[in-house]
């Protein structure tokens, strides 16, 4: 397995790039772990796919050099860069049986019967499929299916990296978590570079040691679930990820004061702004907590989703939504008061850190 680093990459499918908007991935310059499952998480169109067919080799980068453990690849093709894919629908061979299909990778590479025996009925109890391993893939769902294609990409150990382009599409709900959690759990035995793409939060959050969040060609954050959750490093992230999402509030500030028009918050430190910037607050519905005190809102909606109530309310003129625990009460004369602790200041979008503490810097 091998750390990659990507090397101030930056790709533009059309010919002459000038604009920052010409460019379909803007620049992308990190290193990340071997071992690590990644997941590119961000809407349809954000880059994501470009940036794996860029680890791949299936597209060359306009600009910029990508490395495995150190190692120069940027103009190797894919088949020299000994990567394992697994992409949105299964890609194996009808004809052969299950057990061949998987053994079909390790023989291709001359890897002794004995050890590839081993190897694929490993795989095959993983996968769930030992029973089915002498018959023709043919037969088989579209789930056993792609099980196999993950099988594929998990059955060789001398790869650099394993890639996922939305892997679980075909895959029926129930299903998919269970190929989640085997995948993760086979990524904890055996320690694979996974990168993993989706647009589905819960596909990331659950897979994924560290979530690289992409919008309009652009690495916006890279972090744990938890960091995620608790300091979106732009707002994009906090608005995509956390269900229903962070509220974003206009708001002016005033020494250590947050002035939302609707009411002021303390923020207990005071962020430097550039004069011009669009600055907002952010605070996730989990934090703001509904009761007598605070800054006056109007419910308009709430919705019961068993353990929890969310609230929709109107606050200076704008939605919020408010998450309301089992017991939680609303109040005749309803008002807020938010979490300091959870209390986000952005400037054009991007969070603005206390700098007494240290690791609040932007991605
Ligand atoms: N071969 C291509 N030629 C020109 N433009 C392309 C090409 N492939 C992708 N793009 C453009 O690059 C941008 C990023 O596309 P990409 O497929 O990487 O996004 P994505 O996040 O993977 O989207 P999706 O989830 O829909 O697959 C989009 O604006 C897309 O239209």
Same mark, same amino acid.
């Given at each position: 397995?091998?750390? !990659?680093?990507?090397?101030? $990459? ?10 920052? *908007? ?19 998480? &961000? ?46 629908? +299964? ?60 099988? /594929? ?13 939305? +892997? ?50 652009? !690495? ?17 992230? &906090?608005?995509?990820?956390?269900? +229903? ?20 918050? *303390? ?38 989703? &068993? ?28 008002? !807020? ?7 986000? $200041? ?11 503490? *240290?690791?609040?810097? /932007?991605?």
């Amino acid at each position: 397995m091998a750390r !990659i680093s990507l090397d101030h $990459i930056r790709h533009a499918y059309g010919p002459n790039p000038k604009s920052p *908007a010409d460019y379909s991935l803007k620049e992308v310059h990190h290193d990340w772990d071997d071992g690590g499952a990644y997941a590119l998480l &961000g809407p349809s169109g954000c880059g994501k796919t470009t940036l794996l067919n860029i680890i791949s080799g299936l597209v060359s980068p306009s600009e910029g050099r990508i490395l495995f453990d150190g190692r120069d690849v940027t103009n190797l093709p894919t088949q020299d860069r000994n990567i394992a894919q697994v992409f949105q629908f +299964p890609v194996i061979y009808d004809t052969m049986t299950v057990y061949d299909n998987l053994a079909f990778p390790l023989r291709n590479r001359r890897v002794p019967e004995a050890e590839v025996d081993r190897r694929v009925k490993d795989i095959l109890e993983m996968i769930d499929l030992s029973s089915w391993a002498k018959k023709t893939a043919r037969g088989l769902t579209a789930d056993q299916k792609q099980k196999i294609s993950l099988g /594929r990409g998990l059955v060789r150990n001398d790869v650099s990296a394993i890639l996922f382009d939305e +892997p679980l599409t075909v895959i029926d709900p129930h299903m998919k978590w269970v190929l989640r959690s085997q995948l993760k759990r086979l990524h904890k035995q055996f320690g694979f570079t996974m990168v993993y793409v989706t647009h589905d939060q819960t596909e990331a959050l659950t897979f994924a040691d560290k979530v690289v969040v992409m919008y309009d060609g652009e !690495i916006v954050q890279i972090g744990t679930p938890a960091e995620l959750f608790e300091k979106p490093k732009h707002t994009f992230v &906090g608005y995509f990820i956390g269900s +229903p999402g962070m509220n974003v509030i206009p708001a002016r500030i005033d020494g250590t004061t947050a002035d939302l028009g609707g009411g002021q918050v *303390a923020l207990g430190f005071r962020p430097e702004i550039a004069s011009g910037a669009k600055v907002e607050l952010g605070i996730r519905p989990e934090f703001v907590r509904l009761g007598r005190e605070g800054m006056p809102v109007t419910i308009s909606k709430v919705e019961d989703i &068993g353990r929890h109530k969310i609230v929709r309310a109107l606050f200076a003129d704008r939605p919020m939504a408010i998450v309301l625990g089992e017991n939680g009460e609303i109040p005749s004369e309803p008002r !807020i008061t938010f979490d300091p602790a959870a209390v986000n $200041i952005y400037a054009d979008s991007w969070r603005v850190s206390d700098p007494s503490t *240290a690791a609040n810097g /932007r991605a």
